[in-house]
């Protein structure tokens, strides 16, 4: 009996199709499918269908930690002239530069080392981008690399950011000892990220990164040695590996490069999690 019931259920305008007369068939959203049952052999018509209304794209909504550095300004830049919606954080707010860009960012201030003083910085953030690092003394450096962005990475996880990409450092072999805080800072923070974000955290590993950088009113012309300096060593990739010396052949790259890899990584979801290196940053940069 219920299997008849469930004929019934299933296959109503089967049954129906198999009569003699035109049938009419009602469909779930309440409108009707009619047959016409003297055409058995065509396709089944379909006099109306409701339009399937897809969801509009998600709207993209970019945090930049540390937006007014070297790095963070060029991240800043790229993702407004992509057109999207973009805050910063750091701890002196909005960068006194009479740039356009920075008209467009929203401003927080805030120290990533005093959680209360930044949390909704958070709220409704898609995807962030930290370039937040830093030197001093040993225990400065793994404040500000390591603690500092552990910090973001723990409560972007726990507000539901779907992608966070970390601008990380080269290994250089014997320096990695010298400033031993930088690196150990470094390295916990990529831990944290590749547990707390494992399908949406991206780590970019530049070593040396020349460009335009701004230090109080004065500009500093770093590709004036990086340019010729990256054009000549990315072509020595094979030299990276020899021991020792290996590091000195790590090219430099352009921020403008770093900048443009890390919004791509952070707002195309195809984008692949993981550590990109100085060559993999060098290749994606020379993508439009
Ligand atoms: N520049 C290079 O050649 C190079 C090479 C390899 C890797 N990297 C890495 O790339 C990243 C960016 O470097 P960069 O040269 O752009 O550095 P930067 O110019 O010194 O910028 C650092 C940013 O971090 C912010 N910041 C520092 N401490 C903070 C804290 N406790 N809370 C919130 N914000 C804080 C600073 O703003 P406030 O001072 O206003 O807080 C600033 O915006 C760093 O992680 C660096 O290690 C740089």
């Given at each position: 009996m219920s299997f008849v019931f469930g004929l019934l259920i299933f296959y109503p305008c089967s049954l129906l199709y198999s009569s003699l007369a035109p049938t009419k068939c009602l469909l779930s959203n309440g409108r009707l499918l009619s047959t016409d049952s003297s055409k058995i052999d065509e396709p089944l018509k379909v006099e109306e269908a409701e339009t399937i209304s897809s969801p509009p794209p998600p709207t993209e909504k970019l945090l930049v930690l540390g937006g007014n550095g070297f790095v963070g300004s060029h991240v800043c830049k790229e993702a407004v002239a992509k057109g999207i919606s973009v805050s910063s954080l750091n701890r002196s707010g909005k960068p006194c530069v009479r740039e356009s860009w920075a008209d467009s960012v929203m401003w927080h201030q805030g120290n990533l080392l005093l959680p209360d003083s930044w949390k909704d910085a958070f709220n409704g953030v898609t995807a962030v981008i930290s370039c937040v690092g830093g030197f001093g003394s040993n225990s400065q450096m793994y404040k500000i690399n390591g603690t500092a962005n552990i910090n973001a990475i723990r409560a972007a996880a726990e507000k539901g950011v779907k992608r966070f990409v970390y601008i990380s450092a080269a290994d250089f072999g014997l320096v990695n000892y010298l400033l031993r805080g930088y690196y150990e800072g470094k390295k916990a923070t990529e831990a944290e990220l590749l547990s707390k974000f494992p399908y949406g955290g991206v780590i970019l590993r530049p070593g040396f990164i020349h460009g335009t950088r701004k230090v109080g009113s004065i500009s500093l012309p770093l590709s004036i040695i990086g340019s010729p300096l990256e054009t000549v060593l990315?072509?020595?990739?094979?030299?990276?590996?020899?021991?020792?010396?290996?590091?000195?052949?790590i090219p430099p790259v352009n921020v403008v490069a770093v900048a443009r890899v890390a919004v791509r990584a952070a707002t195309d979801q195809v984008f692949p999690p993981g550590v990109v290196d100085v060559h993999g940053i060098l290749r994606h940069g020379d993508q439009k």
């Amino acid at each position: 009996m219920s299997f008849v019931f469930g004929l019934l259920i299933f296959y109503p305008c089967s049954l129906l199709y198999s009569s003699l007369a035109p049938t009419k068939c009602l469909l779930s959203n309440g409108r009707l499918l009619s047959t016409d049952s003297s055409k058995i052999d065509e396709p089944l018509k379909v006099e109306e269908a409701e339009t399937i209304s897809s969801p509009p794209p998600p709207t993209e909504k970019l945090l930049v930690l540390g937006g007014n550095g070297f790095v963070g300004s060029h991240v800043c830049k790229e993702a407004v002239a992509k057109g999207i919606s973009v805050s910063s954080l750091n701890r002196s707010g909005k960068p006194c530069v009479r740039e356009s860009w920075a008209d467009s960012v929203m401003w927080h201030q805030g120290n990533l080392l005093l959680p209360d003083s930044w949390k909704d910085a958070f709220n409704g953030v898609t995807a962030v981008i930290s370039c937040v690092g830093g030197f001093g003394s040993n225990s400065q450096m793994y404040k500000i690399n390591g603690t500092a962005n552990i910090n973001a990475i723990r409560a972007a996880a726990e507000k539901g950011v779907k992608r966070f990409v970390y601008i990380s450092a080269a290994d250089f072999g014997l320096v990695n000892y010298l400033l031993r805080g930088y690196y150990e800072g470094k390295k916990a923070t990529e831990a944290e990220l590749l547990s707390k974000f494992p399908y949406g955290g991206v780590i970019l590993r530049p070593g040396f990164i020349h460009g335009t950088r701004k230090v109080g009113s004065i500009s500093l012309p770093l590709s004036i040695i990086g340019s010729p300096l990256e054009t000549v060593l990315k072509h020595a990739k094979p030299l990276t590996g020899v021991p020792l010396v290996g590091p000195l052949f790590i090219p430099p790259v352009n921020v403008v490069a770093v900048a443009r890899v890390a919004v791509r990584a952070a707002t195309d979801q195809v984008f692949p999690p993981g550590v990109v290196d100085v060559h993999g940053i060098l290749r994606h940069g020379d993508q439009k």
